[in-house]
């Protein structure tokens, strides 16, 4: 099954994600408890109740975090001993849940650093323009703004989604996409990830409470006090969870997604 | 006079000249006068009395520009110099100055320039200096300039200045007085680095009525440099006035920010912001994950907030 790349990483074939035995403790708390996944999918949701080490796990594939014990594999790669730079030159892209604002640099600086150096200038700015439109902002309005706290939450997040999109990697996460926009977004919001499902060649993971995102997840991963519980298509998973083991637990998520929703609508 | 690679050098960083600019323009290079253009609407008169010219532009001039760099690659070289501009009413006018200093030799070279305004009713102004320092000799590269700005009644100024570095030891001091209407805006950038001291003192003194400021201070302190600002907005009529002291602090670089406020009026409305901290971890985090190293992703962070 392996072999040696001439670089001395260990390849190994299979999955785009493999996670084997991934543990993180903090102040003697386990966080995530031997956590082995292999995600192939292309569109895979993350749910489960706060504080269950959703974005930690997110946090620990992208190297934001450390695991404390375990392997993790891209495409075939061992990355668990790089930096957060290398994974993102390998191809993994991160929209945070709270986008972190910057005086100074403009929507456009990095919507450009995330079209990478392979574009020409002008191909840059026309695709920033471009992935804009696709959250649904007026890029002729947006493209200059500052990425300062004249923007809103929900425009901030946005492009923050724009941002991590726009990297067209083979893998990107999404940390709680739906956390702190408007109703307004709420909704293009749902559309921008049924057009990334469509569109992208990539894998997307993504955090989410959200029926709608749940729905159109070729894959679900329930996760609960840093295990995984439940791990495979969606409605098995959704109907598992409503029928057996922690019906309290489903039943707060689908209330959270179905109160959301009516918000929405 | 010629330009050696140097001095051509200095220029494009002050002034960002390649060739001669267009319109009015005077060059002073090592202490004299390497190239000068006057215009109908604008004459460059040198000063008897003192070193330094008198820029003298007629009412009602519009869409002009004049460029003034300063220049010196001498080590060794000192020097105080006057240039007063009087600027007619209703002209609406850009003025390009800055001084660069290439010191490669053992003494100190220094450039102290007193760069007076006398902006006239309803004209504008637009204002951008540069200050820029290189060499590896051991003579420091010192840089005194004083600014200042008499606006009179509907007259606006927009001052953009900044120094990126090289400059071993500045004292800058902004004095301005705006009149009835008058407004005023300030953006000063500044890095320093090493073992580098620099001092910004802004003085802005409203005395008309519908009178305004805003400043905006941006400074980055590397290494071992060392920064003070010192911003003061006094409001003597029904005015507003605004000024934002914002730091980023890096290293064992140390900062001290004063805020000023007097009013005497009543309608006077004056507000001071200032912060100091350093760059917020996950802002370096979020490039990161876009793919920059940590120092690509902390010059970037730089690059912007001193936009």
Redesign the interface.
């Known amino acids: 099954m392996s072999k040696w790349l001439p670089d001395g990483k260990e390849r190994y074939k299979g999955e785009m994600l493999k996670l084997e035995n991934i543990c993180f403790e903090i102040d003697d708390k386990e966080i995530l408890k031997n956590i082995d996944l292999e995600v192939d999918d292309r569109f895979v949701a993350i749910t489960g109740p706060n504080g269950s080490g959703k974005s930690t796990l997110l946090k620990i594939i992208m190297g934001i975090q450390a695991p404390t014990s375990g392997r993790i594999w891209l495409d075939g790669t061992d990355i668990t001993e790089l930096s957060i730079t290398e994974r993102a030159n390998l191809g993994i892209s991160f929209a945070f849940q709270q986008p972190v604002r910057f005086k100074g640099l403009r929507v456009r600086d990095l919507l450009e650093l995330a079209g990478g150096k392979k574009m020409s200038g002008k191909e840059r700015f026309t695709h920033a323009c471009d992935v804009l439109s696709e959250v649904g902002l007026c890029a002729k309005e947006y493209i200059d703004r500052e990425l300062n706290d004249t923007l809103s939450g929900g425009e901030m997040k946005r492009i923050e989604i724009a941002m991590a999109a726009a990297r067209g990697t083979k893998m990107t996460l999404f940390d709680e996409p739906e956390a702190g926009i408007d109703l307004w977004s709420f909704q293009s919001l749902i559309k921008v990830f049924e057009k990334l499902h469509q569109e992208t060649d990539g894998t997307i993971m993504i955090i989410s409470h959200q029926e709608r995102i749940l729905d159109i997840a070729d894959k679900i991963i329930y996760l609960k006090d840093g295990e995984i519980i439940e791990y495979g298509e969606g409605k098995n998973v959704m109907r598992h969870l409503s029928l057996d083991e922690s019906p309290s637990t489903c039943a707060k998520l689908q209330e959270k997604a179905g109160l959301a929703q009516r918000e929405a609508n | 006079m010629e330009l050696n690679a140097i001095q051509k050098s200095l220029l494009k960083e002050v002034a960002e000249l390649d060739a001669l600019p267009v319109g009015a323009y005077n060059i002073r290079s090592n202490g004299q006068s390497a190239a000068r253009n006057t215009t109908d609407e604008i004459d460059i008169v040198t000063k008897t009395d003192k070193p330094g010219i008198d820029i003298i532009i007629k009412p009602g001039t519009k869409k002009k520009s004049v460029h003034i760099p300063v220049i010196i690659s001498e080590s060794g070289l000192k020097e105080n110099v006057y240039n007063d501009f009087f600027i007619g009413e209703d002209c609406d006018v850009t003025i390009i100055a800055g001084c660069g200093i290439s010191n490669c030799g053992g003494e100190d070279s220094q450039h102290d320039g007193i760069h007076s305004f006398y902006v006239g009713k309803n004209s504008r102004v637009r204002y951008i200096e540069r200050h820029y320092g290189e060499g590896t000799g051991r003579g420091k590269r010192l840089m005194n300039p004083t600014t200042v700005v008499e606006l009179a009644e509907g007259a606006s100024m927009d001052m953009q200045t900044s120094q990126i570095g090289g400059i071993d030891d500045t004292l800058r001091v902004t004095n301005a007085v705006l009149g009835e209407n008058a407004s005023l805006a300030i953006h000063d950038k500044i890095l320093t680095e090493g073992e580098q001291h620099a001092k910004a003192e802004m003085h802005v003194e409203m005395n008309g009525d519908g009178s305004n400021c805003d400043i905006i201070s941006?400074g980055v302190a590397k290494e071992h440099s060392l920064q003070e600002v010192v911003i003061g907005i006094e409001g003597n009529a029904a005015c507003s006035g605004h000024a934002e002291c914002?730091s980023i602090i890096m290293d064992k670089g140390v900062i001290l920010a004063t805020p000023q406020l007097k009013a005497t009026n009543v309608d006077a409305s004056l507000i001071h912001e200032a912060a100091i901290g350093k760059i917020?971890g996950?802002?370096l985090?979020?490039?990161?994950?876009?793919?920059?190293?940590?120092k690509e992703a902390e010059d970037?962070?730089i690059?912007?907030?001193?936009?």
């Open positions: 941006r914002d917020a996950e802002q985090i979020k490039l990161m994950t876009m793919g920059l190293t940590e970037m962070v690059q912007g907030f001193l936009r």
